[in-house]
Each structure stands twice: as structure tokens, then as C-alpha cells.
């Protein structure tokens, strides 16, 4: 863990890709980085798989209906690439389309309002930065975004869903599981376990695929921000009231 320490606040625990940092980018990276490790091994029985996976990779980040429901775009191209990219590629692959995004050469973003919305919690909630990615990158992508100074720490490669098991505890401190908030895009890494210790959570389900329930779910950040308030201005109250759901709005308050 980085950046450890603790504190007496509610904690907001963001994910990364997806959440914090989004656009499609780092994924047609990465796909890019496959099909030529891909082309450069000779894979036999390739036939157009270059242009069918990228055709069938942009039918699902469209959101087209019939796309298969891949968690998110990197799942989605190591199952486009099944049987032509060895796991030794995909990692690769990986490590290249982190790099670029290091090097801010990928065009991503921060979510409407997300350094403003965060910068308003400041002063009663602790944020923390929770993603599997490698450090490398994260820190140089939160300046570039504009959302750095809205982060009070940053965990990285924290093998999210089973580093949950070590992760909570640490993030808690002792305290009520309601006085933490989970954020993310990806339910079964980055929502299932907290929501299971009795946490509260909030779900970006950007392809309405309902993998899960969670305390809010909208299909983006913005979507989220009331929803969070209200959490803010009390944890306890607010978990006690609202039922996890799978509907694509906010609870009511």
C-alpha cells in the first residue's frame, strides 16, 4: 500500500480506469500493442483478426446492442484475442499501453466536474485512489487530468478483488464499515467484496450490463456525485436507508 496512513473521516475509495481517469484511449492502446505481437508471431489462422477485432472491440465501447458483456475494454480484447495472444503478449501489451499513458500520449480525461466535486468533500471525507494498475503512470495521469490535488492518498497494484481481504481492514482502521464508500466501473473487482463487509458502494455501469447491486449506480461519474453527498453528510444514516439495488439511478434520499 501506498501513501499509508489513517484517518478519523469517511473514506470515498475511488478506482482508476473507468472512474477517475476515463476515455477509451489506454484500451485501443493496448489492442493496438495485441494484433502487432500478434502479426509479428505469425499467428496461423488469423484471418483478418486485426480488422475483425478492432470492428468487434468498437462495437462494444459504442455500446452497440448484441456486444458481448465483457467486464471492460481490456477484458474485452484478451477474449477478442483468445487463441492467437499467449498471456505473456496480453501482459506486454499491457505494460505498452501503460507507458503511453505515462508518457501522455493517450488522450484521456477526468469525468465533468470530478475536481470540483472532489475538492468539495475535502474537508469531511477522505479520498483514496484504489486501482490494480502499476504506479507508474497514475500519479503523471491525475496532474495531467486535473484531479490530483483532490487525492489524499493512492494505493497501487492492490490485486483488486482479493487484495480486498487486506485492503479493508487497513482502510477502516476500526471503523464502521459504512464510514466507506467504494467507487467503481468494474462491480466484481471493485464493489463485490466491500459491499459484502457492509460498506457503502456506488456503481458506474457505463454498459448497463447490472452486474451487480450496489448503494447508487448511474451510468456515469456526474451520475453519482448527489447520491455521494448525501453519503458524506452521513454514512451510517445513509446505509442504513438505502437498499442496494441494480436500477440505474441513485437512491432517493
Not at 65 to 74: K, M, R, V
Not at 85 to 101: E, F, I, K, N, V
Not at 215 to 242: E, K, N, Q, S
Request: charged share 20%.
Amino acid at each position: 500500500m501506498n501513501d499509508r496512513q489513517t484517518s478519523s473521516r469517511p473514506t470515498i475509495v475511488l478506482d482508476f480506469d473507468g472512474t477517475v481517469c476515463v476515455g477509451d484511449a489506454p484500451v485501443w492502446e493496448y489492442a493496438e500493442a495485441v494484433i502487432a505481437g500478434i502479426l509479428d508471431a505469425g499467428s496461423t489462422g488469423r484471418t483478418d483478426l486485426d480488422a475483425s477485432l478492432r470492428a468487434r472491440l468498437g462495437a462494444f465501447l459504442d455500446g452497440e446492442p448484441g456486444s458481448p458483456a465483457y467486464i471492460d475494454g481490456y477484458a474485452a480484447v484478451a477474449a477478442l484475442a483468445a487463441g492467437h495472444a499467449s498471456d505473456d503478449l496480453l501482459q506486454s501489451a499491457y505494460q505498452t499501453s501503460r507507458r503511453a499513458l505515462a508518457g501522455g500520449t493517450v488522450a484521456v480525461s477526468a469525468p465533468a466536474g470530478l475536481a470540483d466535486f472532489l475538492g468539495s468533500l475535502g474537508g469531511s471525507v477522505e479520498r483514496v485512489l484504489v486501482t490494480n494498475a502499476p504506479l507508474d503512470g497514475v500519479r503523471e495521469t491525475l496532474a495531467a487530468i486535473g484531479v490530483a490535488d483532490a487525492i489524499d492518498r493512492i494505493v497501487t497494484d492492490a490485486d483488486k478483488p482479493a487484495g480486498w481481504t487486506s485492503l479493508l481492514p487497513v482502510l477502516l482502521d476500526g471503523r464502521e464499515p459504512s464510514q466507506l464508500l467504494s467507487v467503481g466501473d468494474i462491480w466484481g473487482n471493485d464493489l463485490a467484496q466491500p459491499l459484502a463487509a457492509g460498506c457503502a458502494t456506488a456503481l458506474i455501469d457505463r454498459f448497463g450490463h447490472r452486474a451487480g447491486p450496489a448503494h447508487l449506480v448511474a451510468a456515469d461519474f456526474p451520475g453519482l456525485y448527489d447520491g455521494i453527498r448525501r453519503w458524506a453528510a452521513d454514512p451510517a444514516g445513509f446505509t442504513a436507508a438505502h437498499q442496494p439495488t441494480t436500477a440505474a439511478a441513485s437512491a432517493p434520499a
